[in-house]
């Protein structure tokens, strides 16, 4: 599977972004979603994951209440809708594929369980 991201750009504190996430080669029902960032000097770091097969979710406690992730299997696109933006936000967003685990834990965080990574799209969060 190859993936893109766009959607980046610059916004004021307080503002909100629509990242998206194109995929294309073979999507398989198995496969996990994920967002992750990476700011300058800093280690690669989870935002959140989407069960390409029926949606489920998990997310980062960093983001929650103002990140949501969803997936359209019409488009193979998966999005990332981001908002109250903080400065601390900016950063090279990402978004990668895995194959999802079993049952409770079937999340992955670790971007080292991740096999497939698409170039990042930048966001800058300006104070």
């Known amino acids: 599977v190859q993936l893109q991201a766009s959607g980046g750009g610059t916004v004021q504190t307080g503002g909100s972004l629509r990242l998206s996430c194109a995929t294309s080669?073979?999507?398989?029902?198995?496969?996990?979603l994920g967002w992750f960032r990476q700011a300058p000097g800093k280690e690669r770091e989870f935002l959140a994951v989407?069960?390409?097969?029926?949606?489920?979710?998990y997310y980062a406690d960093l983001v929650k209440g103002r990140f949501t992730i969803s997936r359209d299997k019409a488009t193979k696109t998966v999005s990332l809708e981001m908002n109250s933006l903080k400065p601390e936000d900016t950063a090279v967003y990402h978004c990668?594929?895995?194959?999802?685990?079993?049952?409770?834990?079937?999340?992955?965080?670790?971007?080292?369980?991740?096999?497939?990574w698409g170039q990042g799209t930048q966001v800058t969060v300006s104070s």
């Open positions: 989407i069960k390409w097969s029926d949606g489920s979710t």
């Open positions: 080669g073979q999507i398989w029902s198995s496969y996990a």
């Open positions: 990668a594929a895995t194959f999802a685990g079993y049952g409770s834990r079937w999340y992955r965080v670790d971007p080292r369980e991740y096999d497939y």
